[in-house]
């Protein structure tokens, strides 16, 4: 519990909100105890003493004790409201910052939506709890609780012996009820998860649902996540009115005995009137306070469920990445005996692959689909690790260079990702580029005309991931943003397939000659993309077969004529 609290605390900043709640606690607490103790003064110095003129005074000290509480209970919330939803920022900030640094390995096997379930609930909750319940609620509590034992020992000692027993009671209860209330709150973030999860994938497949006509099969999906869900929530529903059931009866049980025991004071005079009222008073408030910090107890355990599970993943190692800092133009990168699989258990998909890509060159990978091409892309991008050997460039393992790698090697997918923002922002990102640099890429790789036709030209908002684009017209976008970056090493993963052949051949034209002098490594199956590659990697079965340009490769490989032969019949 400790360590989670001290956990959360490193994210929260603006340390001087919490002063400020905190000095509202301590008003909210003291205030209303004054409140109480000037009726003791009230009943026993006004109406049995007979002192009427300090009927007024106490009037007012009483509306000025009254009302403090509320306003102090104004700026608490303010003050707590604000540290809550910092907290909550900078543990999103951090998390998602976690996402960014995971090795592309561990981020495959998250799913996007229980990413997403995290940061929605998990994250929200664990600052929300921390600061809303346990820093701000369960501190009130236990400062008033405290408060409350003090005077009302000083009225009663009896009534203070049934108070501590109570709390005795309390405490035991949160001891039986604490584990089984951390396990169901668990449970009910999975369940949520996995409703977040089925909603997620049944709008992002919605073309496939509609197509397939799996609308009814869909549903039926989250009905059943959802009916998972509900039953979780209900067994979370009956074990709390369990709780309660076993609660409240010592709850009335606590009061009444206090009435009897300071009943029994007056009568035989060892206490006033006025300090039966007061007294009986405190042991009202301190019973609600009681159960209001046997809550935040529970709290707690629901606090350190959702901490928990924000950690299963902040916990996890950072990829592993080196300080060694790019500082020449790429002059080599080589493959030594690389073997790669997907998983411990899994066979490798490329096999002890040892080649120096000629740099400065146009290089092409080709091979039957599932042969490597599009690993190797990745091992060269640094989104796995090689199992066995290692890739270099400059003499140097690709992982023991800084993040400023991505500066020398750049990659375009064949489904390119765009954010739900305008084309000019998805060009350039956060870096700066002028109208000209932009509109001459952009004309180069035949995307301009397209975007001089919408109304708002380069200003036009694309939808989420570039639904208002073609594929076609998004993969030229996407070979755009690459080339604005324009880095040493370019990888073009099917980055034109979507293009027809006569685009597809204007776009490769005029990349080769922006690229003159860099290397371009371009994976495709259409040969046509790659015949005027300088040297060709045929791959099977993660090795390479053979290699040479298309012209050598037709006489010398068999594999190479065997796919030149199929794409001419197709
Ligand atoms: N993330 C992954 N997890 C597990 N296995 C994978 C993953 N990605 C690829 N594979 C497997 O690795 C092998 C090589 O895949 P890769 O994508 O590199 O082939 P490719 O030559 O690029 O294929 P294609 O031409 O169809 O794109 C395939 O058997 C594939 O199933």
């Known amino acids: 519990m400790k360590n989670n609290i001290f956990y959360v605390f490193r994210y929260m900043k603006q340390m001087y909100w919490l002063l400020l709640g905190y000095a509202a606690i301590i008003l909210e607490c003291v205030t209303p105890i004054i409140a109480t103790l000037l009726q003791k003064d009230m009943i026993d110095r006004v109406f049995y003493q007979k002192q009427y003129e300090a ?25 707590f409201f604000h540290l809550s939803y910092e907290l909550q920022m900078s543990l999103t900030e951090a998390f998602l910052e976690k996402i960014y640094n995971m090795p592309t390995a561990d981020f495959v096997k998250e799913h996007v939506g229980e990413l997403l379930n995290h940061i929605r609930t998990n994250v929200a909750d664990a600052a929300d709890l921390a600061v809303n319940q346990i820093l701000s609620e369960a501190v009130k509590n236990v400062l008033t609780v405290a408060l409350l034992i003090y005077f009302i020992g000083k009225i009663n000692v009896f009534m203070l012996f049934i108070v501590v027993f109570v709390t005795f009671f309390y405490y035991g209860l949160l001891h039986i009820f604490g584990k089984k209330t951390k396990d169901f709150s668990q449970n009910v973030r999975e369940q949520k998860g996995k409703v977040s999860i089925t909603i997620e994938e049944s709008v992002s497949s919605i073309r496939e ?47 009444l005995i206090s009435i009897l025991c300071g009943g029994i004071g007056v009568i035989h005079n060892t206490i006033s009137l006025g300090e039966f009222v007061v007294g009986f008073t405190f042991v009202d408030q301190l019973v609600t306070e009681l159960g209001l910090l046997f809550d935040q107890g529970l709290n707690f355990k629901k606090f350190e469920a959702a901490v928990e599970t924000v950690q299963s993943v902040m ?38 692959l040892s ?10 990978l080709v091979g039957l689909s599932g042969s490597g091409k599009s690993t190797i892309a990745q091992l060269l991008t640094r989104m796995y690790e090689p199992d066995q050997g290692e890739i270099t460039m400059n003499g140097i393992p690709l992982s023991r260079y800084g993040e400023q790698y991505t500066e020398k090697v750049s990659i375009v997918f064949q489904q390119p990702y765009f954010i739900p923002s305008t084309i000019r922002e998805n060009l350039t990102f956060d870096k700066m580029f002028s109208n000209e640099e932009i509109e001459k890429i952009c004309s180069k790789m035949l995307c301009h005309e397209f975007i001089k036709q919408f109304p708002e030209q380069y200003e036009t908002y694309i939808g989420e991931r570039g639904a208002m684009l073609s594929g076609g017209q998004k993969q030229r976008l996407a070979l755009s943003r690459a080339m604005l970056r324009n880095t040493d090493v370019l990888i073009l993963d ?27 490594i371009i994976i495709a199956h259409r040969l046509s993309t ?12 993660g090795q390479v077969l053979d290699s040479g340009s298309h012209n050598e490769l037709l006489t010398t490989c068999k594999a190479y004529q065997e796919l030149y032969m199929l794409q001419q019949l197709a």
Not at 59 to 78: D, N, S
Not at 500 to 509: G, I, L, P, R
Request: charged fraction near 25%.
């Open 315 to 352: 916990n996890k190692e950072d990829a592993s990445y080196g300080k060694e800092e790019v500082k020449e133009r790429v002059q080599s990168i080589c493959f030594h005996g690389v073997t790669f699989a997907y998983g411990r258990d899994k066979d490798p998909v490329i096999k002890d």
């Open 355 to 364: 080649l120096e890509l000629p740099v400065g060159k146009k290089i092409a």
């Open 55 to 79: 009927f007024l005074k106490i009037i007012m000290l009483y509306a000025i004790f009254f009302f403090a509480p509320r306003l102090m209970f104004t700026v608490r919330k303010v003050a």
């Open 494 to 520: 099917e980055a034109t397939s979507a293009l027809d052949t006569e685009t597809e051949y204007q776009v490769q034209k005029n990349l080769d000659q922006l690229r003159k002098g860099k290397t371009t």
């Open 530 to 541: 790659i015949q005027n590659a300088d040297i060709i990697y045929v791959l099977d079965k």
């Open 209 to 255: 649902v509609v197509a397939y006509h799996r609308e009814a099969w869909q549903l039926e999906r989250y009905h059943k996540t959802f009916g998972e869900y509900f039953a979780t929530i209900l067994k979370q529903g009956f074990f709390q009115c369990k709780v309660m059931f076993v609660s409240a009866p010592f709850l009335y049980g606590t009061k």
